[in-house]
């Protein structure tokens, strides 16, 4: 069960003039034995592709979700999200990386202590030029940081900030590399007196063509055709639980 800390002073908080009583919380403690082998940490939501990892066998430890389990000897899977504007169902996807993390620093007044402080927000700036390049339109590999929140007040440096991270790669790219760069650029102190860490991971799987999906869509194009309607597989650059699904060796389309 957590442990809850109230009230806790921060007397250099309070010399800054800024709010100096925060309540902490502990969640616990977890322990791996690891006299049988390695140990692993899985985290599933409810939240479909939401789940934090911490293990390099990603692939084996998915496999054991519930969505995964399910998946694993079904005829087929129909994952329920929305067709082309062409009318076309999709057969292949990027997998992606969503990650989200989080930079400290040091806060202080812009004006009366400009040189104290270190800003969260710089530290963020200079990581998102890095993480913007890992885009190579020759790879397929796209990056993008959606999402930046708090800061304090437009004249105080910073001492906090939360960025959002869609990093998504095809088939074809070494995934394992591809992660350890991500981190590297997100871990590395790129200003004085700040420091980042990952607070959240979710991975989607790529959606990779095979002879069971082809057959599948060869299915699913007769039937449309009784209807009068022509239907072709393609290709999107966004990430979906069928990924999951086909991994696991199940025929899966996305209509």
Same mark, same amino acid.
């Given at each position: 069960?957590?442990?809850? *800390?109230?009230?806790?002073?921060?007397? $250099?908080?309070? &010399? %800054?003039?800024?709010?100096?009583?925060?309540? #902490?919380?502990? /969640? =616990?403690?977890?322990?791996?034995?690891?006299?049988?082998?390695?140990?692993?940490?899985?985290?599933?939501?409810?939240?479909?592709?939401?789940?934090?990892?911490?293990?390099?066998?990603?692939?084996?430890?998915?496999?054991?979700?519930?969505?995964?389990?399910?998946?694993?000897?079904?005829?087929?899977?129909?994952?329920?999200?929305?067709?082309?504007?062409?009318?076309?169902?999709?057969?292949?996807?990027?997998?992606?990386?969503?990650?989200?993390?989080?930079?400290?620093?040091?806060?202080?007044?812009?004006?009366?202590?400009? *040189?104290?402080?270190?800003?969260?927000? $710089?530290?963020? &700036? %200079?990581?998102?030029?890095?993480?913007?390049? #890992?885009?190579? /339109? =020759?790879?397929?590999?796209?990056?993008?940081?959606?999402?930046?929140?708090?800061?304090?007040?437009?004249?105080?440096?910073?001492?906090?900030?939360?960025?959002?991270?869609?990093?998504?790669?095809?088939?074809?790219?070494?995934?394992?590399?591809?992660?350890?760069?991500?981190?590297?650029?997100?871990?590395?102190?790129?200003?004085?007196?700040?420091?980042?860490?990952?607070?959240?991971?979710?991975?989607?799987?790529?959606?990779?063509?095979?002879?069971?999906?082809?057959?599948?869509?060869?299915?699913?194009?007769?039937?449309?055709?009784?209807?009068?309607?022509?239907? $072709?597989?393609?290709?999107?650059?966004?990430?979906?639980?069928?990924? #999951?699904?086909?991994?696991?060796?199940?025929?899966?389309?996305?209509?």
């Amino acid at each position: 069960a957590p442990t809850w *800390y109230r009230r806790v002073f921060y007397p $250099e908080e309070a &010399a %800054r003039g800024f709010d100096a009583e925060k309540d #902490l919380a502990s /969640p =616990g403690v977890y322990v791996f034995d690891l006299a049988d082998g390695a140990g692993a940490w899985l985290l599933q939501s409810e939240t479909p592709g939401a789940t934090a990892l911490r293990d390099v066998d990603a692939r084996s430890l998915f496999h054991r979700l519930p969505s995964a389990v399910q998946a694993r000897g079904a005829r087929a899977v129909f994952n329920a999200e929305p067709g082309r504007p062409t009318g076309n169902v999709v057969t292949g996807r990027k997998g992606a990386f969503f990650i989200d993390f989080e930079v400290r620093g040091v806060a202080a007044h812009s004006g009366v202590n400009p *040189y104290k402080g270190a800003s969260a927000i $710089e530290a963020i &700036a %200079r990581k998102v030029v890095e993480l913007q390049q #890992l885009n190579d /339109p =020759g790879t397929g590999v796209s990056a993008n940081v959606g999402t930046i929140a708090r800061g304090m007040t437009v004249n105080t440096a910073a001492d906090h900030a939360r960025p959002q991270l869609d990093v998504g790669y095809p088939g074809a790219a070494d995934r394992t590399a591809l992660h350890g760069r991500i981190l590297e650029i997100i871990q590395r102190h790129a200003v004085k007196d700040t420091h980042a860490h990952v607070t959240h991971e979710g991975i989607f799987f790529p959606l990779e063509p095979s002879p069971e999906g082809q057959e599948l869509l060869a299915r699913y194009q007769a039937c449309a055709a009784t209807l009068g309607l022509k239907v $072709e597989g393609e290709f999107t650059g966004g990430s979906a639980d069928s990924g #999951l699904t086909a991994s696991v060796g199940t025929p899966t389309l996305c209509a």
